[in-house]
């Protein structure tokens, strides 16, 4: 028994066999740690099973019955689904009533079960004229177990599948597994199990015995985890720390000169943030700061402060942004208030290249462009500073390729996505934060109200009411074009229409794939408001600045998640003008419903972060998948802000105790086994 240990080969292991060990090695599962980390996403109570449903409860039930029917079917010509009734069995609560599943193009599954098998299913049952029908259910088939077994009669793990391996002989694996190794023997202490067993956890998470204790384990397997991923961030801030900088941003004649040329005053939190970027540009250690701000409150302008003190201390700044007409607004925006500073601007896309004059002058002190930026060899010849916008639109990966570019140069990182605290610790530990929490004067106030299934009549009596006061608007779409696999309006097949209902205005069309230069002149002419109304897809989500817009229509609005709602919403209120926001729905989404609510009650992008967080878990907020987020075991976690807190904590002892982790070499090993990125 004592041979066996975590990191032990899975082909060193006879109880399994070589194609389970290359079925396994497909799913990166190599070592008996690995296998004992595929922790179960479910649980099923098998020691009493669901009542068969007599209407459809909208939840997801577990059954056990027999197999009474089977068939291969087929609908739509050559598609073909497989077909099997369940009724009840022995005395099971199923025991009258009977349950139609299916499978579509998946006819194999007659060899897999049939008449005369029973199982147990698992899936949400919908009523079909005078059947109860449960499509692509999970199913088992129950074997006659001698004795005890692990699979009936008690709480039973069920697995994220694994191709090649039965969910029945998975199980029977990590059971044989569990009960071969030797949790007693002495190990690096971990000080996430220092007040438990770590094999008594990982018994209660895989095979527990109520489901208290299975809740418990996964809770210290998610701090383990998220212990782990503070370490790997603190250290990584360490490291970069450590590096030695460059000091910026002592002469401000510029800067004053700026701020003396804007026709408004900064807020008290852009003044703020100025302040924290101009102490981390005059230390000697590289500046690594996020700068958190909701729509609109107006980062843009604190990034440009910073700029100009890199500018005047003599180096290049880049900025970098997420879309192409995102980083062309950013180039006309920074021209319009600099080029009078006498600082030289340049734009870089991938199919721009503009400048002011910059062959006559010399070098581009400051560059825009996207990601243009880290592949077309932009020649930077002293790179000072790197702002990068919308973060959460670029991997951890990109950002390190750009900071390359300078030697050590001093980075700020720009959001408009307000994260919950628990969240901005775990993606941006590594970075100091500065927070915009304050509009600047002068906004009009936006009004959001939901619509269930309103009269087009309606809609387009109100848009022009809008419009002959000479605003402007958007309607947004969630599809580009109509599709037989989403039930949903697209902006192509509804652009004619508003033409015609708006047939005194200007309707326009922007979405994702229009030629870069095609979308930039749609822009270009609704800034002019040559274009009234943008019939839109979330193009427009990040950083279309027209403040003379004043009405959004979002439709299917239920499709969208609560961070995409309010970064679409921000598009507008920009102006002194009072704005509104139509979300339109069917209404037949429950889910749907509570979070176009939250919409409606508040503007505040902070508190739609933590309702977006409780409502939707982390993805959501997260928005695309971040380096070292997307392959979290215990991602639901994260909205626990006192798990999140307790791992940082643990983690800053930990370094604090023994900065350079040389009594932990395990852990040691964990960090530094992360891929580069400063």
């Known amino acids: ?258 701020h003396e040329s804007l026709p408004f005053d900064l807020t008290d939190a852009q003044k703020r943030s100025v302040h924290e970027i101009t102490a981390d540009l005059r230390s000697d250690r590289p500046m690594n700061r996020l ?65 002011d004059h910059l062959d006559l002058e010399g070098e581009p002190q400051i560059v825009i462009g996207t990601h243009a930026l880290l592949y077309d060899n932009v020649d930077f010849k002293d790179l000072g500073l790197v702002v990068i916008d919308e973060q959460h639109k670029f991997g951890v990966t990109q950002r390190s390729r750009l900071i390359q570019q300078g030697l050590i140069p001093d980075v700020l990182v720009m959001t408009a996505t307000p994260i919950p605290r628990t969240l901005t610790l775990t993606m941006y530990g590594d970075l100091d934060v500065s927070i915009l929490d304050e509009l600047p004067a002068g906004r009009g106030k936006i009004t959001t109200g939901m619509r269930q299934r309103p009269k087009v009549s309606d809609v387009t009596k109100f848009l022009r009411e809008q419009l002959s006061s000479g605003r402007q608007g958007y309607i947004v779409y969630p599809l580009v074009e109509e599709s037989d696999a989403v039930r949903a309006s697209s902006a192509k097949g509804e652009i004619e229409k508003w033409a015609k209902r708006l047939r005194d205005y200007e309707v326009g069309l922007l979405h994702g794939k229009m030629k870069p230069e095609e979308k930039e002149e749609v822009m270009s002419r609704f800034r002019d408001n040559e274009i009234q109304v943008l019939v839109a897809t979330t193009v427009v989500e990040v950083g279309v600045d027209v403040p003379n ?81 997307s392959d979290l075991r215990f991602a639901e976690f994260l909205a626990d802000g006192e798990l999140v807190r307790e791992a940082r904590q643990l983690a800053e002892e930990v370094l604090e105790g023994d900065p350079e982790l040389e009594d932990s070499p395990r852990l040691k090993k964990e960090v530094e086994e992360m891929r580069e990125e400063f």
């Open 291 to 355: 700068l958190q701000g909701d729509v609109g409150s107006g980062k843009t302008f604190v990034a440009m402060c910073a700029m100009i003190l890199v500018v005047e201390s003599g180096s290049q700044s880049a900025l970098m942004a997420p879309t192409q007409i995102l980083a062309e607004q950013h180039y006309l925006t920074f021209r319009k208030w600099l080029s009078p500073l006498g600082i030289r601007v340049a734009l870089v896309t991938g199919s721009r290249k503009e400048s």
């Open 549 to 629: 817009a004043n009405v959004m229509v979002i439709y299917n609005a239920e499709r969208f998640g609560l961070a995409q709602l309010h970064q679409l919403r921000g598009r507008i209120g920009r102006g002194s003008h009072p704005s509104y926001c139509i979300l339109v729905t069917d209404g037949k989404n429950e889910e749907g419903n509570r979070k176009l609510q939250v919409l409606e009650a508040t503007t505040d992008g902070f508190k739609i972060a933590e309702e977006d967080l409780t409502l939707r878990g982390p993805g959501e907020v997260l928005g695309t998948a971040q380096s070292g987020m």
């Open 1 to 258: 028994m004592n041979e066996w240990n975590p990191e032990l080969a899975l082909s060193s292991c006879k109880l399994i066999e070589p194609k389970e060990v290359e079925a396994l090695g497909e799913a990166n599962v190599h070592v008996v740690e690995d296998l004992l980390n595929w922790f179960p996403r479910r649980y099923e109570d098998r020691r009493c099973f669901d009542a068969f449903p007599v209407h459809v409860p909208g939840e997801a039930v577990c059954l056990r019955g027999m197999v009474v029917d089977s068939a291969k079917r087929r609908f739509g010509g050559r598609r073909q689904f497989y077909e099997i009734v369940v009724e009840g069995s022995g005395d099971s609560l199923l025991s009258t009533s009977r349950l139609t599943c299916r499978w579509f193009n998946m006819p194999y599954l007659h060899r897999m079960v049939a008449v005369g098998h029973e199982v147990v299913i698992y899936g949400k049952p919908k009523e079909q004229g005078s059947r109860m029908i449960m499509d692509h259910p999970e199913f088992e088939v129950v074997q006659d177990e001698g004795g005890s077994s692990i699979h009936l009669e008690r709480i039973v793990p069920i697995y994220r599948n694994i191709s090649g391996i039965p969910a029945r002989r998975f199980r029977e694996l990590l059971h044989e597994v569990l009960g071969r190794l030797d949790f007693e023997r002495e190990e690096e202490p971990n000080p996430v199990f220092a007040d438990s067993s770590r094999g008594e956890m990982l018994r209660d998470v895989h095979f527990p015995g109520e489901l208290e204790k299975a809740r418990r384990a996964r809770r210290k397997f998610a701090l383990e985890e998220f212990f782990l991923l503070q370490l790997r961030v603190l250290w990584r801030r360490q490291r970069f720390r450590s590096q030695p900088g460059r000091i910026q941003g002592r002469k401000t004649t510029l800067l004053r000169s700026f």
